[in-house]
């Protein structure tokens, strides 16, 4: 809540320096144009400040499967004019739980908390997510700065006392702000304590892929197993998991497989589109239930990808200087968090 122009805290005990009246509009460089990125930029330019992104990749054929956006996130979305329901996404209403042959478990009907949540919980596809972030970040639309993103501008060094970013094209960008946005294999972390934080295997692998729903719809062996619009469906063996839930206005599904990264042979790498074989993924869930392997079968051999989930030591901070981390940059995010 805003009293006077500042933050106030819920319970009224005093004010929360979030709101300035800045002497000027700063500068500030975001290292990765992801989703992240680009919402840090979004905020920060809605303040007045000049924002510019730097991004490694042309950013032209954006990938990936669905997310979760919470009632939280969700709510800062829509404060910045973003309503993810306008492309697509499906609201949260069903959850249901069972075990590896499709027996016992439990479901819930969550399409009233919405109300208790403020804000709904919606599953959308990632890259609409994306695109339309991105759109609001770098528009033209007379309030404040657009943000503006440089593609294909890898950072290879920081210096946060100096706030200075260096290109790999030899070009020196000066900010009074620096972000590090940019992901897991972030190239600015070790400038904000000295130490290259070495990433390691959390033990697990996820297979990622999308099918139509209409294919699992027009089927009546795998039907029963997504026949409920909305709804998350989690089927649990004892170190393996396998997840699914719809977007696009439930005209997808999409599916996480979650299990040892030692029966995938999934390896470490920046790749957002490392291939992975449905035979390997069959194999690794060959004790589920068969209606779930037929609904499997249905994705096309050459969309099924496969990430080994990495991990990072904590960080003693994310600080230093002008240079700040954030998202993945700074703290890895893994199925258990």
């Known amino acids: 809540m805003l009293v006077n122009g500042e933050a106030q805290r819920p319970n009224g005990a005093g004010s929360s320096p979030l709101v300035h009246d800045y002497p000027r509009p700063l500068k500030v460089a975001i290292v ?5 990125g680009l919402s840090a930029a979004i905020a920060l330019r809605r303040q007045g ?3 510019d992104l730097y991004e490694q990749s042309r950013l032209v054929n954006e990938t990936g499967a669905a997310v979760h956006l919470a009632p939280n996130s969700n709510g800062l979305l829509r404060r910045w ?3 993810a329901e306008t492309f697509g996404a499906n609201p949260s209403h069903h959850f249901k739980e069972r075990d590896l042959h499709n027996q016992g478990g439990f479901d819930v009907d969550i399409s009233k908390s919405d109300g208790q949540w403020q804000h709904p919980w919606q599953l959308v596809h990632r890259a609409y997510l994306h695109n339309e972030i991105r759109n609001v970040a770098t528009a033209e639309d007379g309030a404040s700065p657009p943000a503006t993103v440089h593609v294909a501008s890898k950072v290879i060094s920081a210096n946060p006392e100096k706030g200075e970013l260096q290109l790999e094209d030899g070009t020196t960008v000066q900010a009074d702000v620096i972000l590090g946005a940019d992901g897991i294999y972030s190239k600015v972390r070790k400038f904000v304590t000295g130490t290259d934080y ?19 719809l027009e089927d009546p062996v795998t039907a029963p197993l997504i026949d409920r619009e909305n709804s998350l469906g989690i089927w649990f063996g ?3 998991r396998i997840v699914i839930y719809p977007c696009n206005n439930n005209q997808l599904l999409n599916f996480v497989c979650i299990h040892p990264d030692t029966e995938s042979h999934a390896t470490a790498t920046d ?3 490392k291939k992975g074989s449905i035979e390997q993924l069959l194999k690794v869930y060959q004790e589920f239930d068969p209606a779930l392997l037929q ?3 249905k994705v096309h051999p050459e969309e099924v990808n496969v990430w080994q989930l990495l991990d990072m030591e904590a ?3 994310w600080v230093n200087g002008k240079l700040a981390l954030l998202g993945d940059a700074a703290h890895p995010f893994t199925p258990r968090r």
């Not at 990765?32 to 992240?36: L, N, R």
């Open 32 to 36: 990765g144009a992801g989703i992240g």
């Open 49 to 51: 400040h000049h924002v």
């Open 81 to 83: 004019g973003i309503y």
């Open 198 to 216: 070495k990433l390691f295997r959390s033990g697990k692998a996820a297979f990622r892929f999308l099918i139509p729903r209409a294919a699992a």
């Open 238 to 240: 004892a170190d393996r």
């Open 271 to 273: 790749e957002w589109n």
């Open 295 to 297: 609904l499997i079968k």
């Open 315 to 317: 960080m003693p901070t």
